[in-house]
């Protein structure tokens, strides 16, 4: 699935069968639920914090696909489209970048 293509798909799922979308700013707080999620996980799996016995049918793909969708919601809400905002980006970032992490001694 293109990104393009999951920005129609979305779209098609909230106006059948989840309604209409939440507005913008209520969206704006779910992400930062869902993205506090991926955190939580990623500081048990991978950081030094342990597992509760809540925890333990955590799902990260689930959580990270959570994050895209709503992510996606805001997107198609505000009228951007993601494929050419991140073909964007990532210009920007090759351009900026071009020379910056090749001589980062840290990365070597």
Do not use: P
């Not at 990104?3 to 059948?16: C, G, H, L």
């Not at 980006?89 to 090749?102: F, P, Y």
């Amino acid at each position: 699935m293109t990104i393009t293509e999951a920005q129609q798909t979305v779209d098609q799922w909230i106006k059948t069968t989840g309604i209409r979308y939440f507005n913008e700013l209520t969206n704006t707080a779910i992400l930062m639920e869902e993205v506090g999620e991926v955190a939580r996980i990623m500081a048990r799996k991978y950081g030094e914090q342990s597992f509760k016995k809540s925890d333990e049918e955590i799902n990260l793909a689930d959580e990270m696909a959570d994050v895209l969708f709503v992510l996606i919601c805001l997107a198609n809400q505000t009228g951007i489209d993601l494929h050419e905002a991140l073909q964007k980006n990532l210009e920007k970032k090759t351009r900026r970048d071009a020379e910056r992490h090749k001589n980062n001694e840290k990365l070597k």
